[in-house]
């Protein structure tokens, strides 16, 4: 009588067993459901879920698996998507503006006018400082030149 307990209850066992869901059914039900996300792949063998993929970003990657979690037959997940590395943006520099050579004429000889000694020329966009200037005015001077937005200032001062 021991024994037919003992393979009555075997033959239960293996028909539970027989009637949960197999690896093939769990992994076309989580393939299903991940439809959307493209290029994602999942794997399932004796009820662990593996996924892999290329995830936007985190959120992406713990959908995938609560998706995998949530499937009848899952024991555990394996999650081995990878987040995808953020788009490089482009910056364009701003395009350096110089003044023509007219404009700068015109503005280099009105700063100069207050530094007594101090001459300008202005060719191809670069003004060249020549003449005498003492220390103290020099960092004003070329600050001053700088903001008319030459090319170039060439400083062919002397300091006195």
Excluded: H, R, W
């Excluded at 037919?4 to 992994?27: E, M, Y």
Aim: a positive charge.
């Amino acid at each position: 009588m021991k024994v037919k307990s003992i393979l009555l209850g075997l033959c239960l066992a293996f028909s539970l067993v027989a009637c949960g869901p197999k690896d093939a059914d769990i992994q076309k039900e989580i393939a299903a459901k991940m439809g959307d996300m493209p290029g994602m792949e999942v794997t399932v063998k004796d009820g662990v879920a593996t996924i892999s993929g290329i995830c936007k970003d985190a959120a992406c990657k713990q959908s995938c698996e609560s998706i995998a979690k949530g499937i009848k037959g899952v024991k555990s997940v394996v999650n081995n998507c990878e987040i995808a590395a953020p788009e490089p943006v482009a910056v364009t520099p701003a395009p350096v503006e110089i003044n023509p050579d007219a404009v700068l004429t015109t503005s280099v000889n009105g700063v100069v006018k207050a530094y007594s000694g101090v001459t300008a020329t202005v060719a191809n966009g670069v003004v060249t400082l020549t003449g005498v200037i003492k220390k103290e005015q020099l960092p004003a001077l070329i600050q001053s030149v700088q903001e008319l937005k030459p090319k170039k200032v060439e400083n062919k001062l002397t300091i006195k």
